[in-house]
């Protein structure tokens, strides 16, 4: 008389588990994203021979002195738009 809802049952906790699974998984991810993400930065100051405190000043000496008022987003998105264009003409 219950077998369709002990299915359903037995199919909810196998997809819990898969969901558990796959939230850690995006925690690990979104872990390793993150630390990349710092050894970049870190590898981009070693290069420019700066340090945290002259990397704070200029960002934030950056930010109030973008062309145009536009923030460095707009701007880096926009060079990347205009590259995949002149990638796309070739």
């Known amino acids: 008389m219950f077998e369709r809802l002990d299915r ?13 699974e796959i939230d850690a998984r995006v925690r690990a991810l979104e872990k390793k994203c993150q630390e ?4 970049a930065v870190h590898e981009m100051m070693k290069a420019a ?15 109030g002195n973008m062309p ?13 738009e205009e590259e995949i ?6």
């Not at 990349?36 to 050894?39: D, G, L, N, P, R």
């Not at 945290?52 to 000496?61: R, T």
């Open 68 to 80: 145009g008022g536009k923030s460095v987003g707009e701007i880096v998105n926009k060079k990347d």
């Open 85 to 90: 264009t002149d990638e796309n003409e070739d």
């Open 8 to 20: 359903y049952k037995a199919e909810l906790a196998k997809t819990r588990e898969k969901k558990a």
């Open 36 to 39: 990349e993400e710092k050894t």
């Open 49 to 63: 021979d700066i340090t945290p405190a002259e990397l704070q000043k200029l960002i934030a000496y950056t930010k």
